[in-house]
């Protein structure tokens, strides 16, 4: 499907600073810091990859909520500079903003809770940022299933579903949610609604409820391919290892699955295996073209 191509070829520079609100300039900014590592293509044009487009609209949210963009840089450049080996890539970085803990303006999510990124001192239990998300995600599905049952007519799920995606191609992201969950509503066996909704948490921050779909996409139909690839890079940023070689072997129809792969195995140690998935994606290539 089109909309899901994205998440595997990459965005240009126009879709990211739609998504994120940020400026080209801004843009710039970021891969001078490395925090963004596009690629460039042949016509010079630069494509981001999914995570790049994760840390561009989580910095763009963080500054929309009034935070600066050089507070928001400085903070993400203090982590990579303290954890940086610890970390697949900045898009494992989440800030969220302080709202009147102790701390500095924003705090960033770690295994030992919220820290203030200066500082490195506790704000407060981990836990209590991820329960409300989950709760948020239930409560939507629960209001869409009751307002379901007081119409008397209403679309089936595969309007629905074609609704959500033209949402997407107009960038109207908050809408296409809405339509996705309706649809699920109606069928929860739509895997490809599942993965599409997973998509759109992700980009908006969410990993939780992006996972909570894609593996629920994975319930309905375990070879689903964009769901395994998207759950394995999620697993992959967040250190998840073998988790993350589970799903990505089982995407291999998608051709970066085999990169994502090598990238694992090379930090794990593991050199023949990391040279075995690049030939593989080399030979996958050369068919391609």
């Known amino acids: 499907m089109d909309v ?11 879709e990211v600073c739609g998504r994120s609100n940020l400026s080209e300039y801004q843009l710039h ?63 494992a970085i989440k800030f969220i903003k302080n709202s009147g803990l102790v701390g500095g303006d924003i705090l960033v999510q770690s295994e030992q809770g919220l820290l203030d990124p200066e500082t490195g001192e506790r704000a407060f239990d981990f836990n209590d940022v991820l329960q409300p998300k989950r709760a948020r995600l239930v409560r939507t599905l629960e209001s869409l299933r009751v307002a379901q049952r007081v119409r008397s007519e209403s679309p089936d799920a595969e309007d629905w579903y074609q609704y959500a995606l033209d949402c997407e191609d107009d960038e109207n992201d908050a809408e ?55 759950l394995g890079i999620l697993f992959e940023m967040f250190e998840s290892n073998e988790l993350a070689i589970e799903h990505l072997t089982r995407a291999d129809g998608i051709l970066e699955s085999f990169q994502c792969l090598a990238r694992i ?17 080399f030979e996958l290539s050369f068919k391609e073209t």
């Not at 899901?4 to 126009?14: M, P, V």
């Not at 690629?39 to 790049?52: G, S």
């Not at 895997?191 to 759109?200: I, M, P, S, T």
């Open 4 to 14: 899901d191509r994205k998440t595997i070829n990459g965005f240009t520079t126009r």
């Open 29 to 91: 900014q970021l891969r001078k810091k490395q925090l963004l590592q596009p690629v460039k293509q042949d016509n010079a044009q630069l494509l981001y990859r999914f995570q790049d487009m994760v840390v561009a609209c989580d910095i763009g949210r963080l500054v929309n909520e009034g935070t600066s963009f050089a507070k928001v840089v400085d903070a993400y450049t203090t982590v990579l500079r303290t954890r940086g080996e610890d970390l697949s890539h900045s898009s």
């Open 176 to 230: 296409a949610r809405r339509a996705y969950e309706i649809c699920i509503n109606h069928d929860e066996s739509n895997a490809d609604a599942w993965v599409n909704l997973g998509r759109l948490h992700f980009l908006s921050g969410r990993q939780l409820d992006s996972r909570y779909c894609y593996e629920k996409a994975l319930a309905v139909d375990s070879t689903h391919q964009i769901g395994n690839y998207n």
């Open 265 to 281: 195995y090379k930090k794990l140690g593991d050199a023949k295996r990391a040279d075995d998935c690049m030939k593989k994606f």
